[in-house]
C-alpha cells in the first residue's frame, strides 16, 4: 500500500493553476524527491498532501485512505518557513510539540532531550529560539520533526541555512530512517543529495508532472550517448571516432546502434588495452535545467 498518493490533483488561486491533475505515488520506505523550481507548485503539493490544503479536483489518500487527524498524527512536516515559536526556550518548544502528537510529558521530555543531543544542541536547550542562528533553529525544526519517529515525514529544504557538516548530519538522518523502513519526502534544489538519498524522484513544472520515476532509470534516460575510456593507446590513429580530452583519455560519441557494454566489448576484441571505461551518465541538476528550460 502506498504512504502518499495523488489521483488527479488539480489546484487554483483565482485565475492562476497551481496544479494541474497531477497523479503520483510515494512508497513505502523509501525517500522519494520533490522537484522543481520556485513557484512550481511543490509546496502546494505538499500542503495538500497533508490536508492544509484542499484540492479543487482530484484525490489523495494518505495510508490508504483519506486524510483523518488519527493518520496525520503518523506523519511530520518541515515547512520551508520557519514555523517555531521564537520566546519559547528549546527544550521546552520540543517538550510541547511533542505532546502535540501525543506523547506523555515525560516522554516528550526525554525525547526533545535525546533529539537536541543527537543534532549537537544540547548546549543551547535552556536558551530562547530567538538567540539561535538560522542553521541552529534548522536543526530544532528538524529535532521536532523526528522526535516521535513518524511514519511519514516531509522535508522542504531541510539543508537551509546548514553548513557541510550539519547537511552531511542530516543526510545520515534521512538515511536512518530509510533503512528502519520509515517514509520521507524531500524537496530540495541541491541535486547532489538527491543522487545521494532519493529512490524516486518527480519533478513538477509550472503545476504540471514533467518526469516521474526511479532516479537511476531517469539519469539513463536523459544520460548522453558517451563513454569515456582511457587507455595508452592511440585510437585516431587505430580509426575509432575519438576526441582526446587528455593523456590517455578519450572521449567517445556511441553510434546509435551501440550499448556502453557492447562498445566495450568491441574494443577489447580489437585489441585495445582499456584501463578504464565509464558511461557517461547525466546528473540531477543538468536534466533539471534542461526539463525546466523547455527539453523533454
Not at 498532501?49 to 487527524?69: C, H, K, N, Q
Not at 528549546?90 to 525525547?111: F, N, W
Not at 517514509?183 to 538519498?197: D, G, I, K, P, R
Request: glycine share 10%.
Amino acid at each position: 500500500m502506498e504512504v502518499l498518493a495523488y489521483r488527479g490533483v488539480s489546484k487554483r488561486f483565482g485565475g492562476r493553476t497551481a496544479l494541474d491533475t497531477v497523479s503520483l505515488e510515494v512508497g513505502p520506505g523509501e525517500v522519494f524527491g520533490l522537484l522543481g523550481p520556485n513557484g512550481a507548485g511543490k509546496t502546494t503539493l505538499i500542503r495538500i498532501g497533508l490536508d492544509i490544503l484542499r484540492a479543487d479536483e482530484g484525490e489523495v489518500s494518505l495510508f490508504g485512505a483519506a486524510p483523518t487527524p488519527q493518520t496525520l498524527d503518523r506523519t511530520a512536516y518541515l515547512p520551508e518557513e520557519r514555523g517555531v515559536y521564537r520566546r519559547a526556550k528549546v527544550r521546552e518548544l520540543l517538550a510541547y510539540l511533542g505532546r502535540l502528537k501525543g506523547m506523555k510529558r515525560a516522554a516528550a521530555h526525554d525525547a526533545g532531550d535525546h533529539w537536541l543531543e543527537r543534532v549537537g544542541l544540547s548546549e543551547v536547550a535552556d536558551q530562547r529560539v530567538e538567540s539561535l542562528s538560522k542553521g541552529m533553529t534548522q536543526k530544532v525544526q528538524i529535532a521536532a520533526c523526528l522526535m516521535n519517529d513518524p511514519e511519514l515525514c516531509v522535508l522542504d529544504e531541510p539543508f537551509s541555512g546548514l553548513d557541510p557538516v550539519n547537511v552531511a548530519l542530516v543526510t545520515e538522518l534521512i538515511e536512518e530512517r530509510r533503512q528502519r523502513g520509515r517514509t520521507t519526502v524531500l524537496s530540495t534544489h541541491m541535486m547532489h543529495q538527491v543522487e545521494a538519498l532519493c529512490d524516486r524522484v518527480a519533478l513538477i513544472h509550472r503545476g504540471n508532472l514533467v518526469v516521474y520515476g526511479q532516479l537511476d532509470e531517469i539519469r539513463r534516460r536523459y544520460s548522453p550517448h558517451e563513454v569515456m575510456v582511457w587507455t595508452a593507446m592511440d585510437l585516431v590513429a587505430l580509426g575509432v571516432e575519438a576526441t582526446q580530452r587528455k593523456a590517455g583519455c578519450w572521449h567517445v560519441e556511441l553510434p546509435s546502434s551501440a550499448t556502453p557494454a557492447g562498445y566495450l566489448n568491441e574494443l577489447v576484441r580489437n585489441g585495445v588495452l582499456v584501463d578504464r571505461y565509464e558511461p557517461l551518465v547525466a546528473r540531477m541538476d543538468e536534466i533539471f535545467v534542461h526539463l525546466v528550460s523547455g527539453g523533454r
